[in-house]
């Protein structure tokens, strides 16, 4: 790995206005290697471009005179009040974007009041994570061929007090991902997965029937995360899951899938209140989480921007990022009229 620039820690953030300025200026702070594992999409990237130009494309219709004064941008998940509605996706390997890795993105969520659910590849241990929380925290599993040791793993974030289980179900194996190959991608010697062994190289399925078996001993609820089809989401409520995750993986996994903005609206269609539906995939903007929920969404998580925030500036990184996106989503609010999360239905959305 090349060296952590000097001053890494102490950078100053105040130039950094928007989520986009995150990621323009986290190129001059990882190494090529970890901004294109970070960066890129699968293929030939037009899910990536999708996700965001789904979001731009969508106009929103402001109601004027009605009493913005008291915000509230709080949201229930689970029996858990969180008070706005915007996560950390999991994502791999912080260890790899700042040498504090993982404990200052849980540092991070608390500054930001943010719940944080953190990967399976996690380079530090979930325990450690666990005891610098002040946030909820939630887990997600990548179910290994070894349905013992996943079992274990399960339980164990369970024990650390970890809410919920977000399983990933949208990643048989990792998608064509050429910029990843062309960096020549490998984890430096000192960075480990404490949790995960190996590289994802399953040779087992993973299907309904193994959901089923997760939830015969969770005690945690169980979400699926990667839905983009209604009819998976159908399934899913029939097999119990307590919540959905709208994904396309960011883009990373199969190329040219809808944007998860353009697939939400039927799956809120099909599952018809009956489970909450969460969505990821190009959340830049507070206008984007206003548009996510006024289409179904009850929350949403942010993946790459924090890996940028977290080498901009560790941290305080993760928190501006958090910061930032929370405060334009209570702007969003102001100036479409909507005082609470429940006011923002489609009505919010010019037809
Ligand atoms: C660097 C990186 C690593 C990721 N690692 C994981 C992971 O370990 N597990 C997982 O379920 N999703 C992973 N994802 C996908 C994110 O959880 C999320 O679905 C996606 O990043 C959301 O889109 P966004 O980056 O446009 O916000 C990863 C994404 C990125 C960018
Ligand atoms: C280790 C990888 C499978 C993590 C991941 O989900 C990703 O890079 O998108």
Redesign the pocket.
Known sequence: MEAIPPGALTRDLSTLLNLFDFEESAVDWMTKMAYE???SGAADELT?RW?RQALDAIRLNPTVLTDVSQLDTSVSLFGTRLSHPILI?????HRLMHPEGELATVRGAGAASALY?V???TTTPLAEIAQRATQPLWF?L?VRDDRAFTQNLIQEAEALGYRAL?I?VD?PTPGVRNREHRSHFKLPDDVRTPHMGGPLVEKKPLTWKDIEWIQSFAKTPVLL??ILNPDDAERAVESGVSGI?V??????NLDTVPATIDALPRITERVDQRMPILL?????RGTDVLKAIALGASAV?????I?FGLACGGAEGVAKVLQILQHELELAMALTGRATLAGIDRSVIWQ
């Open positions: 594992y970070v960066a990536l996700n996706a999991p994502t791999a390997y659910v990967s399976s590849f997600q990548y977000c990933t990643t995360k990667g995750i994904s396309n993986h960011g883009g990373r990821d995939g190009g959340i830049r998580l942010v993946g790459k921007p890996c």
